[in-house]
T-cell receptor, first 116, second 115 residues
């Protein structure tokens, strides 16, 4: 059973460019969340997608946008790249909790973005 | 806003010994969940252990156990019989119940294991 897969694993961009990162969730999962992990820091929540809509959003500017497709896969887009966007971008999938619990996330290995 | 604090940036342990990683958090919620995640050099976050705040019993998973002190808002991880494969970054994380997995992470701690 494949877990969460992300592509590309590494990429280099220059300031002002745009980037698209992709994520395929674990089989049976319907919710995708994206996190940004700067070097030496813990991951920070960017946003979450469920039923092809953004459901929750962290404290990130509108340059960060996303999409979820009918097969539950997701994309993260970042426009007008800044040096500070250099980070590991983690995708995590889960099955949406319809109760009052906390579903467990399965993480991918991330996409390492370097902005020059 | 919820915060998670891991004040020790690095720790080292001898193989087969026991080590405790510290974490404190701040929240006004009464019902929430706490997690410890491991991130090896492969970068993939792996869930180590999970604690539900309404449960007084501390969670255990094989060699991993937690000391959950709700009043003190403290959540430490104990690793017994440390193995070389335990070397990694460890992150403490919080989510309020019903938040559908929006996690707040600490800065992490790098654990090294000496053979």
């Amino acid at each position: 059973d494949a877990g969460v897969t992300q592509s590309p694993t590494h990429l280099i961009k220059t300031r002002g460019q745009q980037v698209t990162l992709r994520c395929s969730p674990k089989s049976g999962h319907d919710t995708v969340s994206w996190y940004q992990q700067a070097l030496g820091q813990g991951p920070q929540f960017i946003f979450q997608y469920y039923e092809e809509e953004e459901r929750q959003r962290g404290n990130f500017p509108d340059r960060f946008s996303g999409h979820q497709f009918p097969n539950y896969s997701s994309e993260l887009n970042v426009n007008a790249l800044l040096l500070g966007d250099s980070a590991l971008y983690l995708c995590a999938s889960s099955h949406r909790d319809r109760g009052y619990g906390a579903n467990v996330l399965t993480f991918g290995a991330g996409s390492r973005l370097t902005v020059l | 806003a919820q915060t998670v604090t891991q004040s020790q940036p690095e720790m080292s342990v001898q193989e087969a010994e026991t080590v405790t990683l510290s974490c404190t958090y701040d929240t006004s919620e009464s019902d929430y969940y706490l997690f410890w995640y491991k991130q090896p050099p492969s970068r993939q976050m792996i869930l180590v252990i999970r604690q539900e705040a309404y449960k007084q019993q501390n969670a255990t998973e094989n060699r991993f156990s937690v000391n959950f002190q709700k009043a003190a808002k403290s959540f430490s991880l104990k690793i017994s019989d440390s193995q070389l494969g335990d070397a990694a970054m460890y992150f403490c994380a919080y989510t309020r119940a019903g938040a559908n997995s929006k996690l707040t992470f600490g800065k992490g701690i790098t654990l090294s294991v000496r053979p």
